[in-house]
Structures are given as structure tokens and as C-alpha cells.
């Protein structure tokens, strides 16, 4: 049972235009909420986090919203650049775990075309 | 601060061999957790380690074990490799407690390939 989907596996944006990607979860317990950024063959680069207690979080060109009736969580990336293409990761964490584990979406790859 | 390493970067195994992967976390982060991605399976958790002791274990078969030494240095074994074993293996770490400190940061990977 997948437990954080991200259903579009591939998204291509203009350059200077707003970025969307999108990450449902299933389970009630997650707290914690990341985004990574990741190339091939690298290990993923932390974006941006959230806290169930938040709704929105805002660092530089980055915007993680959540909806935590809806389960669902989204990324904002305004203005996009072609540097931003990689494949981007939501993942969750629940503090009951007692453990730092993290839970993976299968990734959506951003394309940003200049 | 130096980021998580992962020694070695590639390694290239036969089935039935073993190998060991290290990690060395970010300084003064305690908490390391192993993951493999395949294209398949995607980002899938092995096992966590806190202060020497293993706290969470993904569902992986036994042939995965990993340990963490005093310096918070670990290390994975994988043993009686087996095809479906290539992959890339990543190390994270986590430092301070509270919710920042809930924030895992990722090595490189360790690109394995068994033939």
C-alpha cells in the first residue's frame, strides 16, 4: 500500500512561469513533510519541509502548502528555471515512529523548458 | 559543515558475494538511516540506527543488516548479493531533536551493481 503518491510522474513548465507539483498521503499519523530535489545517480537535496501544525512554509522561490483534511500537499516553485529540472520527492515522517523514517513519493521530473 | 560521504561511490559485486557500504554523517548528527531506490520500487527505507542502536527496520530479508559505531559512522551489509540487489543505497542523517531536527540529509549513494 503506497502511502505517499505523487500521480504525475512528469510535468514540463516554461521558464518564468509557476511550477505545481502535487503529493496525496494516506496516513493520518505523518506530521512531518519534505520535499527533495534530485538528480540521477545523486543523493536527493532537501528543499523545503512542513509541519502538520503549518499550513504554508516559504523559503526563496519555494512554497510547500498543506491540506491536511484533503491529505494532500503541494509544491510552489515561482519563478521556475531551467536549473529546477530534476526529479522531485515528497516524503513524511510521523513522530509516534520513534524513529526518523521517511516515507517516499515516486517522484514527479520536472522539466523547465527556457 | 562537510555533508553526509559514502564510500565507495560505485562498486560492481557477482551474485553470492557480500558487501559493505560506510557512511560518515554530517557532525554531531546522531541518527543515520539507510535507503535503496531502485526504478521500480522507487526511495524504500532499510533501517535507522541512534546512538549505536538499530531503532527502525524497513521490510527488507535478513540478508540486509547494517551497524553504527560510537563515532556515528555506519556501515550495511548486504550478503548472498542477488541481481535484484543493484541499486543505489543512500545514507542519511539527522541531527538535533524537535522538528527541525527531524530533516534527514543525504550522501551521495553508493551505485551497486551485482551481475
Known amino acids: 500500500d503506497q502511502q505517499v503518491k505523487q500521480n504525475s510522474p512528469s510535468l514540463s513548465v516554461q521558464e518564468g512561469r509557476i511550477s505545481i507539483l502535487n503529493c496525496d498521503y494516506t496516513?493520518?499519523?505523518?506530521?512531518?513533510f519534505l520535499w527533495y530535489k534530485k538528480y540521477p545517480a545523486e543523493g536527493p537535496t532537501f528543499l523545503i519541509s512542513i509541519s502538520s501544525i503549518k499550513d504554508k512554509n516559504e523559503v526563496g522561490r519555494f512554497t510547500v502548502f498543506l491540506n491536511k483534511s484533503a491529505k494532500h500537499l503541494s509544491l510552489h516553485i515561482v519563478p521556475s528555471q531551467p536549473g529546477d529540472s530534476a526529479v522531485y520527492f515528497c516524503a513524511a515522517s510521523y513522530s509516534g515512529a520513534g524513529s526518523y523514517q521517511l516515507t517516499f513519493g515516486k517522484g514527479t521530473k520536472l522539466s523547465v523548458i527556457p | 559543515k562537510a555533508g553526509v560521504t559514502q564510500t565507495p561511490r560505485y562498486l560492481i559485486k557477482t551474485r553470492g558475494q557480500q558487501v559493505t557500504l560506510s557512511c560518515s554523517p554530517i557532525s554531531g548528527h546522531r541518527s543515520v538511516s539507510w535507503y535503496q531506490q531502485t526504478p521500480g520500487q522507487g526511495l524504500q527505507f532499510l533501517f535507522e540506527?541512534?546512538?549505536?542502536?538499530?531503532?527502525n527496520k524497513g521490510n527488507f530479508p535478513g540478508r540486509f543488516s547494517g551497524r553504527q559505531f560510537s563515532n556515528s559512522r555506519s556501515e550495511m551489509n548486504v550478503s548472498t548479493l542477488e541481481l535484484g540487489d543493484s541499486a543505489l543505497y543512500l545514507c542519511?542523517?539527522?541531527?538535533?531533536?524537535?522538528?527541525?531536527?527531524?530533516?534527514?540529509?543525504f550522501g551521495p549513494g553508493t551505485r551497486l551493481t551485482v551481475l
Open positions: 496516513n493520518s499519523m505523518f506530521d512531518y
Open positions: 540506527y541512534f546512538s549505536e542502536t538499530q531503532r
Open positions: 542519511a542523517s539527522t541531527g538535533a531533536q524537535g522538528q527541525v531536527g527531524r530533516t534527514q540529509y
